[in-house]
């Protein structure tokens, strides 16, 4: 159930993010959820290959190449998910920063709900 809730809570800030970024248009609820869909699956099968191959270059650039390519992966999320645009690298870039800060703040709030059971 609560897997449920946080979901809808990245969704939500999937909007927020289409709503603050220029550059990056949702065109709904339903394709904010497809488009979160997309990017846990992304997160899931394709990120742990990419990090692995691109280790070294992210080892050189002392981790910034992650933010390169975590702004790839939401171009790549934005491609396959129906009524999502993203116009260029730098929504995607700074889209994905805030993504990523909200997503955190999601996943703290989960796990202190699961600390106090």
Do not use: C, Q
Not at 44 to 52: A, D
Not at 58 to 76: D, E, K, S, V, Y
Request: glycine content about 12%; proline content about 4%.
């Amino acid at each position: 159930m609560f897997m449920i809730l946080r979901w809808i809570l990245f969704t939500l800030a999937v909007m927020l993010v289409a709503y603050i970024i220029p550059g990056i248009t949702v065109e709904g609820f339903m394709a904010a959820f497809i488009l979160s869909v997309v990017i846990g699956l992304i997160n899931v099968f394709l990120r742990p290959l990419l990090t692995f191959i691109t280790l070294p270059i992210n080892f050189l650039t002392l981790g910034l190449f992650g933010l390169i390519l975590n702004a790839l992966l939401l171009m790549l999320a934005g491609y396959i998910a129906p009524g999502v645009t993203i116009e260029g690298f730098w929504p995607a870039l700074w889209g994905s920063l805030l993504l990523g800060i909200l997503g955190g703040g999601i996943s703290l709030i989960g796990d202190k709900r699961n600390n106090n059971i």
